[in-house]
């Protein structure tokens, strides 16, 4: 007696229910942040005609950069159903590394910049060490680095903005037209970083192990993945990202303020849930999270341009966060 | 201890003295070097002695079912044998050679494949990764060892035909594992032992979660396996299910094996007895 397991499964019918439940939900989960792109964007245009101009969309990607690339690191830490809440604060010191050494101590100003991200790797470094070693919640560890990150900027800052930034810190902000778009070349650091990283998520086997260890990290474990190994990796590199956002910021602003990115870790767990990745780990991907940043700057953008309260911004967002996770939740639900 | 002549069927750290009164007939089958030996295993979690001095043999093209009671230390028996764990003390042997697993990729480098009681999945990724999962396929040239590039077409070809082996009829390999029902995901993990096992493929009461339908399908890829050549260690409570397929029985009670019987001239109930502790209970008490 031999028996082939597609047939006759028992629930057999209803297993094949459950799959169609499964699959519309998770195309929800990854077409549903494009769609309402497409709609708001569509939206706008109709409500104002300068909406669509070049001017206007190189404005909203430079608007969203900062929490686009933050994003990132924070997209990879929640696959590995991690979160990160020292973001920001992170970022913030980087910055401030950066331009004192530069500006105060005639750092060279590419070495400052390296010094200042290195900071920001040392911070992730510190979260992944600790959320593995000492087997604490992620959530915990890096509300601590937060409120360090926080006090070691306002401490070696000494609460001054730096100005006068020496032109090598600044030059990300020059740029290059496409026809009448103005495109400054940290947007296209913007754009090669989620490539890069869309690339390893998809196409490589670490990727593929940040996925296995979100969705069952025993599991991952079993099949002789380095779980903690990988979760090190992932923490320091987010902090690589945290530094090449301040890179982007300091050079966009031109000064380093040590007031910089006290939003910033809700707005990269807002694009990263709007962009479809689940908050539980193991699903999802960075190109939502590309997405779900500048949705929200399409909203800040769109509703200034037609002349709606800025407060209204937050109030959709709102929604549409709670949506996300809604649909996230829905397609969880449908799982075995 | 270990000067002490090995009797294969009785746990040779007991005192002869204190046999059972069912002395199990010697078995056929233990003859030559075990594939997989283990020697007075002991695991302690805090209070709790999982492992109490265990000894086991997996012989060349056997299916070993491991029964016992809950909490009689099979899972803890297996995830030593399948480097899941580092036991405190004792020795295991990979035909007849000491060997240390300080984790589960050490053992699976060494042919060990292992189907966990839990289904050691990622529901969310599809068939295919899983069944790569941890030794994913680059592509050749440039792509695979510069850039590093899995080779999704090749693993997908080639977990199709590791499926289809066992007669799993899933027609994508693009599915996600949650997606599918617990037999077929079963499958899955059974499909990925047998795949890469060299030399033996352990098994977690790879039934205890499906129907009587899906368990016989389970059954039947488990003698596929051993048709094949590889060894199986079994564990499951389910005595119908290990009489059905097991070639011979280790029977395991309060962190140690005490009897190896055969299922062709031993009866369930007396396996039941001994495992639950009737049959040599005051051997137990007197421990
Ligand atoms: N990780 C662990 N931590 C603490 N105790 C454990 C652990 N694993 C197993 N045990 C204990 O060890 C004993 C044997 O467990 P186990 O090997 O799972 O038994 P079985 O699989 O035969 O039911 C039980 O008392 C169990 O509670
Ligand atoms: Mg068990």
Redesign the interface.
């Known amino acids: 007696?031999?028996?082939?397991?597609?047939?006759?499964?028992?629930?057999?019918a209803g297993?094949a229910f459950?799959?169609s439940r499964?699959?519309n939900a998770?195309l929800l989960t990854s077409l549903g942040p494009l769609i309402a792109l497409v709609l708001a964007c569509a939206y706008f245009a109709s409500q104002s005609d300068r909406f669509f101009t070049g001017s206007n969309i190189s404005l909203i990607i430079q608007q969203s950069m900062v929490v686009a690339i933050l994003a990132i690191g924070q997209t990879l830490i929640i696959l590995t159903a991690g979160i990160d809440l020292s973001i920001g604060a992170v970022m913030a010191l980087g910055t401030i590394v950066m331009t004192k050494l530069a500006v105060q101590n005639g750092v060279n100003p590419y070495l400052a910049i390296l010094l200042g991200v290195l900071t920001c790797a040392g911070f992730g470094l510190a979260n992944g060490l600790l959320i593995t070693r000492l087997r604490l919640p992620p959530f915990i560890v890096t509300l601590g680095t937060l409120n360090i990150a926080y006090a070691l900027t306002h401490i070696y800052s000494e609460e001054q903005t730096i100005t006068k930034l020496p032109a090598a810190q600044t030059w990300l902000r020059t740029s290059f037209t496409i026809g009448e778009t103005r495109v400054p070349y940290s947007a296209v650091l913007m754009f090669i970083l989620y490539l890069m990283t869309w690339?390893v998520l998809r196409?490589?086997?670490?990727g593929?192990?940040i996925?296995?260890i979100g969705?069952?990290p025993?599991?991952?474990?079993?099949?002789?993945?380095n779980v903690r190994r990988m979760l090190v990796y992932v923490y320091t590199i987010a902090g690589v990202f945290y530094g090449i956002a301040g890179m982007v910021i300091i050079a966009r602003t031109q000064v380093g303020n040590p007031q910089e990115g006290q939003t910033d870790n809700l707005d990269s767990i807002t694009a990263v849930v709007l962009g479809g990745t689940s908050l539980f780990g193991?699903?999802g991907g960075v190109m939502g999270t590309l997405i779900g940043a500048l949705l929200v700057g399409i909203f800040r953008n769109g509703l200034q341009l037609t002349g709606v309260a800025s407060i209204y911004q937050r109030l959709i967002t709102g929604i549409l966060v709670i949506l996300a996770v809604s649909v996230d939740q829905l397609a969880r639900r449908r799982?075995? | 201890m270990s000067a002490q002549p090995v009797n294969v069927d009785f746990d040779p750290g007991l005192d002869p003295a204190l046999d059972p009164d069912v002395t199990p007939p010697p078995t056929t089958a233990s003859t030559g070097t075990p594939v997989l030996q283990a020697r007075g295993l002991v695991k302690r979690y805090g209070q709790v002695t999982a492992l109490d001095g265990a000894d086991f043999e997996l012989y060349p093209g056997e299916i070993l079912a491991v029964i016992g009671d809950n909490g009689a230390g099979k899972s803890t028996l297996i995830k030593a044998l399948s480097g899941a764990i580092v036991p405190d003390e004792g020795e295991i042997l990979l035909d007849g050679q000491p060997v240390k697993f300080r984790s589960p990729l050490d053992a699976r480098r060494l042919g060990i494949e292992t189907v966990y009681q839990d289904l050691a999945v990622a529901p969310a990724l599809d068939i295919a990764e899983n069944l790569f999962l941890g030794r994913e396929i680059r592509r050749p040239g440039p792509f695979g060892s510069v850039f590093r590039m899995v080779d999704k077409g090749r693993m997908l070809r080639e977990a199709g035909g590791h499926m289809a082996d066992l007669k799993i009829g899933i027609r994508s390999m693009r599915q996600a594992v949650e997606t599918l029902s617990g037999g077929q995901r079963q499958g899955v993990a059974v499909a990925r032992s047998a795949a890469f096992a060299r030399h033996v493929v352990i098994m977690d009461e790879p039934t205890a979660a499906l129907g009587v339908k899906e368990s016989g399908m389970v059954l039947d890829l488990i003698r596929q396996v051993r048709d094949r050549g590889l060894p199986v260690i079994l564990i499951s409570h389910n005595m119908p299910h290990v009489f059905d397929v097991a070639d011979r029985v280790h029977i395991q009670r309060l962190g140690r094996r005490i009897a190896v019987v055969e299922p062709r001239n031993f009866s369930m109930s007396d396996a039941v007895a001994i495992m639950t502790g009737a049959m040599a209970g005051e051997r137990v008490a007197r421990n």
């Open positions: 007696m031999t028996h082939a397991l597609s047939e006759n499964a028992p629930g057999a297993g459950d799959r499964v699959f998770q690339y196409q490589t086997a670490s593929r192990h996925y296995a969705n069952n025993e599991a991952a474990r079993l099949t002789g993945i193991g699903r799982q075995g």
